[in-house]
């Protein structure tokens, strides 16, 4: 299971609902338990265990139903600008943990203000606007693991 298949699981898990799943394969033991509250996983655990000769594919989708996805959402952003990661690195929404977020949906943003910070290789690289608008939805969950060229935040220009 590579690291792209676990943050898929864990964002699915978020918006499922439910509490808590546990996933066990040959390689790789996770748990991920959420708040009732819908909000981002508390804790989430990976434990690698010795590669065996054999790899083994868990199962993923009868550990939780997938709930219908609305098609039509895509067509409703296609209005919206995508800012993107420009960088692999752990997305935060302030600059330090006893500071304010940069920005929250419906701020009012500007080309070049600051939206988040990306830390890569403990660099922590500031990622601007690069067109005013408001922000209308936020992609990411704080400290989360971004890729390239992932979608961050959908920012409305009008």
Same mark, same amino acid.
């Not at 898990?13 to 808590?20: C, I, K, P």
């Not at 296609?78 to 977020?101: A, L, N």
């Not at 992609?139 to 220009?157: A, G, I, K, R, T």
């Given at each position: 299971?590579?690291? $792209?298949?676990?943050?898929?699981?864990?964002?699915?898990?978020?918006?499922?609902?439910?509490?808590?799943? $546990?996933?066990?394969?040959?390689?790789?033991?996770?748990?991920?338990?959420?708040?009732?509250?819908?909000?981002?996983?508390? /804790?989430?655990?990976?434990?690698?265990? =010795?590669?065996?000769?054999?790899m083994q594919a868990a199962?993923?989708? #009868?550990?939780? &139903?997938?709930? &219908?996805? #609305?098609?039509?959402?895509s067509d409703d952003n296609? $209005?919206?600008?995508?800012?993107?990661? #420009?960088? /692999?690195?752990?997305?935060?929404?302030?600059?330090?943990?006893?500071?304010?977020?940069f920005v929250e949906v419906?701020?009012?943003?500007?080309?070049?203000?600051?939206?988040?910070?990306?830390?890569?290789?403990?660099?922590?690289?500031?990622?601007?606007? +690069?067109?005013?608008?408001?922000?209308?939805?936020?992609?990411?969950?704080?400290?989360? =693991?971004? +890729?390239?060229?992932? =979608?961050?935040?959908?920012?409305? =220009?009008?």
């Open positions: 299971m590579d690291l $792209k298949e676990i943050q898929n699981l864990i964002k699915f898990v978020s918006n499922s609902g439910v509490a808590e799943v $546990k996933l066990e394969t040959g390689e790789v033991k996770i748990t991920i338990r959420t708040t009732l509250e819908g909000n981002s996983p508390d /804790i989430t655990y990976v434990q690698q265990a =010795p590669m065996q000769q054999t199962p993923v989708a #009868p550990v939780v &139903a997938a709930p &219908a996805a #609305p098609v039509a959402s296609s $209005k919206f600008i995508t800012i993107k990661s #420009p960088m /692999i690195g752990t997305f935060y929404r302030k600059p330090s943990p006893d500071k304010p977020v419906g701020s009012s943003i500007g080309k070049g203000d600051v939206l988040c910070v990306v830390e890569a290789m403990k660099l922590f690289n500031e990622i601007e606007a +690069e067109v005013s608008g408001k922000i209308v939805k936020i992609l990411v969950d704080d400290m989360s =693991p971004v +890729e390239f060229d992932q =979608p961050l935040f959908l920012v409305d =220009p009008s």
